[in-house]
């Protein structure tokens, strides 16, 4: 079955990096679009990065753009998330996501309605 599973969430002080993977199993990895949300408490969840099926089109929140960048590797099945020059206002928990299209062209589906499988989540959590 499809399996996504986050890790390398932590504390990290404002200004600091993480980096954030996402390993895949269960189904053909590079014919899905994949993407980055996060939930801080008590807000809903938001859309913060989406890449294409062989990484060549990203797309970005403003909230992170210039900071993050999304980026994937098909011969891994892994999904990443690099975090730089981190805010307080980025803590939440962080979660992978999978296009529920396959083969969807390229574009910048920002909706979690649209995306079908979720990991359990990692938490981010940015002190300052």
């Known amino acids: 079955q499809v399996q996504l599973a986050e890790s390398g969430g932590g504390l990290v002080q404002a200004g600091g990096s993480l980096r954030l993977s996402c390993a895949a199993s269960?189904?053909?990895?590079?014919?899905?679009?994949m993407g980055w949300f996060r939930q801080a408490p008590g807000k809903e969840r938001e859309f913060v990065a989406r890449?294409?099926?062989?990484?060549?089109?990203?797309y970005y929140s403003d909230s992170v753009k210039g900071r993050f960048a999304i980026s994937r590797n098909n011969a891994k099945n892994t999904l990443n998330l690099q975090m730089n020059t981190l805010d307080p206002e980025d803590t939440a928990v962080y979660y992978c996501?999978?296009?529920?299209?396959?083969?969807?062209?390229?574009?910048?589906?920002?909706?979690?309605?649209?995306?079908?499988?979720w990991g359990q989540g990692t938490q981010v959590t940015v002190s300052s």
């Open positions: 269960g189904f053909a990895f590079s014919t899905y679009a």
């Open positions: 890449v294409s099926l062989n990484g060549g089109f990203t």
């Open positions: 996501a999978r296009d529920r299209v396959a083969f969807r062209p390229s574009s910048s589906i920002r909706n979690a309605g649209e995306y079908d499988y």
